[in-house]
Every structure is written in C-alpha cells, then in structure tokens.
C-alpha cells in the first residue's frame, strides 16, 4: 500500500450533503468527576460473535485532499509554536481552549495541509529517561484542546507528553482521511524530536468514536512506513464492523482487509486496547479484537463496560491508567 497515493491527486474539495446525523460518533465529553462505583468489566481477548449492523449506513463525511507530496517536504525546524489556530477552532470551544493554553499547551500550525496540532509537554522532559508521547485522535466534531484538556492529569501525573491532532476542519462534517492523519502526525512526532527531543520509539496513539475508527488504519501506515512508532494504540467506542460500508470512516481499508489485500499479517507486530462502553460498539470492539488478532496484532485488553456510555472511558479513570501502565511496559 502507497501511502503517498492519496496526495497525487489535484487539490480539490468535494461537498457532501450528510443524509442523516452522526451515530457512530460524538462531540468530545465535557470532563466529569470520577465516579464511587467501579464497574466490572469483562476482558475478551477473541471475542464473540458479531452484532448485527445497523439498518441504515451512517453519514458520509467529506475528506480533503492535500498538495502532492504529503508530509515529506515539511521542514520541522521551520514551525513556530504559537496560541492562535488558523481554523479558528479556538473559538469554538473557548473554554476548553483557554484552559489547556493556561496549563501551558502550545499551537503548531501546519498551512500547507490546513490544520494544526496542540502540544503539552511536562517540566523537565528533555531530562526524562523515558521521554514518551500520547497521539490523540479526538470524536465527530471534536476539538484538539479539549483532548488535551481530558488527558492532562494523567499526562502531568507520569510525565508524557502530549500532541493532539486536529482533523475536523471545523465546517459541518468535514474530516481529513486516515492517511492524511498519518502525515499531520508524521510532521508532528518529528517536530517533537526536534525540538523537545521525543524518542520515537516511545509513542503511543488514542482514538476516540470516530478517532478510534481510524486508529486501525493509522496504525497500519505506520507499521508498513517502516517508521514502527506506536507502541501502543488505545481505540475506544469505534470499531471495525463486520460490513464496512456501514461504517462512518475507514470504509475501503477494512474492506481491503477483510478481503487480503493487505495479506494475512497486516497487524503484525502491532498492540493494541481496546475499550467500549455500550452497544452496538460493544459488539464491533469484539469484532475488532478478531480481525485484530487474525491478522497477528496483539490485543492487549479488551474491555467491554457495557452500560458505561460512549464517552465511558473518560469517565471511569481506571481504563485510562490501565492503558497507560500497558503503554508503559511496552515502552521502557
């Protein structure tokens, strides 16, 4: 698979009319306190048998091409940390923007490809042993800052750091390809080596709805890059169903999978947890965690909170730091 192929084509927008709302994904949560109760979860590493998928298809989304030659010509000692974005999704979500930029959350602009990336880096990194990186993939109609904003205690607490992607362009349901994912965070991993000196074999990627269903594909392009940065990818309530035309994004690469195109050892060498927190994702995880392993990945935990919501990971903190200690042992 060319993962430069989708760059080859002339710059161009095309405008899709949604025919129905989004189900398979969501706008980021507003953070809530920890709750008493501790569900107990039930950890699957096959799964079982898959839920029949909904009647009717989701939206369509509308990805946008970028100029030919992807990320390779971005020279990363050019980039300017700044506290304003140039799609004006700070004034979208302003309290979440201005929380994360007082804790101290900076504003990489990529204008080329027409989006940016928020970093957060603890005091003292460039000092840590260990000097390890949290990718996030934020929901439909999610915010860059407000996942910064939901993974900061954790990240302050164990001294990561963190780079949020914007691939919601800010303008109805207007998201970039997994493959272009790939290339705003290429630029950014190795801006955060540049200048923060982040070691690229310690990184980890966390998608969330429709982050998490083109965390698979975002993975994949990195093991088949060569580049093998993520460590640990962290996909929660957005799975890989068992028809993919009625999934939301991803549509072609889990077709192409499923049907061998990418062979029988696409995830091999790759790890994975995955979380979801109500049906049907619940049943689509457990797909997931099949198609995962069948095709040599490691699912490191499933785990299926049913009753918890869509947004159960950010509520119930003890997933989060599970993942983390995962993340962490794979990374030593």
């Given at each position: 698979?060319?993962?430069?192929?989708?760059?080859?084509?002339?710059?161009?927008?095309?405008?899709?009319?949604?025919?129905?709302?989004?189900?398979?994904?969501?706008?980021?949560?507003?953070?809530?306190?920890?709750?008493?109760?501790?569900?107990?979860?039930?950890?699957?590493?096959?799964?079982?048998?898959?839920?029949?998928?909904?009647?009717?298809?989701?939206?369509?989304?509308?990805?946008?091409?970028?100029?030919?030659?992807?990320?390779?010509?971005?020279?990363?000692?050019?980039?300017?940390?700044?506290?304003?974005?140039?799609?004006?999704?700070?004034?979208?979500?302003?309290?979440?923007?201005?929380?994360?930029?007082?804790?101290?959350?900076?504003?990489?602009?990529?204008?080329?490809?027409?989006?940016?990336?928020?970093?957060?880096?603890?005091?003292?990194?460039?000092?840590?042993?260990?000097?390890?990186?949290?990718?996030?993939?934020?929901?439909?109609?999610?915010?860059?800052?407000?996942?910064?904003?939901?993974?900061?205690?954790?990240?302050?607490?164990?001294?990561?750091?963190?780079?949020?992607?914007?691939?919601?362009?800010?303008?109805?349901?207007?998201?970039?390809?997994?493959?272009?994912?790939?290339?705003?965070?290429?630029?950014?991993?190795?801006?955060?080596?540049?200048?923060?000196?982040?070691?690229?074999?310690?990184?980890?990627?966390?998608?969330?709805?429709?982050?998490?269903?083109?965390?698979?594909?975002?993975?994949?392009?990195?093991?088949?890059?060569?580049?093998?940065?993520?460590?640990?990818?962290?996909?929660?309530?957005?799975?890989?169903?068992?028809?993919?035309?009625?999934?939301?994004?991803?549509?072609?690469?889990?077709?192409?999978?499923?049907?061998?195109?990418?062979?029988?050892?696409?995830?091999?060498?790759?790890?994975?947890?995955?979380?979801?927190?109500?049906?049907?994702?619940?049943?689509?995880?457990?797909?997931t965690a099949q198609v995962i392993t069948s095709?040599?990945?490691?699912?490191?935990?499933?785990?299926?909170?049913?009753?918890?919501?869509?947004?159960?990971?950010?509520?119930?903190?003890?997933?989060?730091?599970?993942?983390?200690?995962?993340?962490?042992?794979?990374?030593?």
């Amino acid at each position: 698979m060319n993962i430069w192929k989708a760059w080859a084509v002339p710059l161009l927008v095309v405008l899709l009319i949604a025919a129905s709302s989004a189900v398979a994904g969501g706008q980021s949560p507003d953070p809530a306190p920890a709750l008493t109760a501790t569900p107990t979860p039930t950890s699957t590493p096959t799964g079982t048998a898959s839920p029949t998928p909904s009647p009717s298809p989701p939206p369509f989304r509308v990805y946008l091409p970028l100029l030919a030659g992807g990320s390779v010509g971005i020279d990363v000692s050019q980039l300017v940390e700044t506290d304003d974005d140039i799609l004006g999704i700070s004034d979208v979500e302003p309290g979440p923007y201005a929380d994360v930029m007082a804790a101290g959350a900076r504003v990489v602009n990529l204008e080329p490809m027409n989006t940016f990336f928020v970093l957060w880096v603890p005091e003292g990194y460039e000092n840590m042993a260990a000097r390890r990186v949290m990718v996030i993939a934020h929901g439909h109609g999610g915010t860059a800052y407000r996942e910064v904003g939901l993974e900061l205690d954790f990240a302050r607490e164990h001294g990561y750091a963190i780079v949020a992607i914007q691939w919601w362009t800010g303008e109805g349901d207007v998201m970039y390809s997994a493959q272009q994912f790939y290339e705003f965070m290429d630029v950014a991993l190795r801006y955060m080596e540049y200048k923060y000196h982040t070691q690229l074999d310690k990184c980890a990627l966390r998608g969330w709805s429709l982050g998490s269903e083109i965390s698979y594909e975002v993975t994949y392009l990195d093991k088949t890059s060569g580049n093998h940065r993520l460590a640990l990818t962290i996909s929660h309530d957005g799975g890989m169903m068992p028809d993919p035309d009625n999934m939301s994004v991803g549509k072609e690469f889990v077709r192409n999978l499923y049907d061998g195109v990418y062979g029988d050892k696409a995830f091999a060498g790759t790890h994975f947890y995955l979380y979801s927190g109500l049906e049907p994702q619940i049943g689509y995880m457990r797909n997931t965690a099949q198609v995962i392993t069948s095709f040599g990945g490691v699912v490191e935990r499933l785990v299926t909170d049913e009753g918890a919501g869509h947004d159960g990971f950010y509520r119930h903190p003890q997933y989060h730091e599970e993942a983390l200690a995962i993340f962490f042992q794979l990374t030593p």
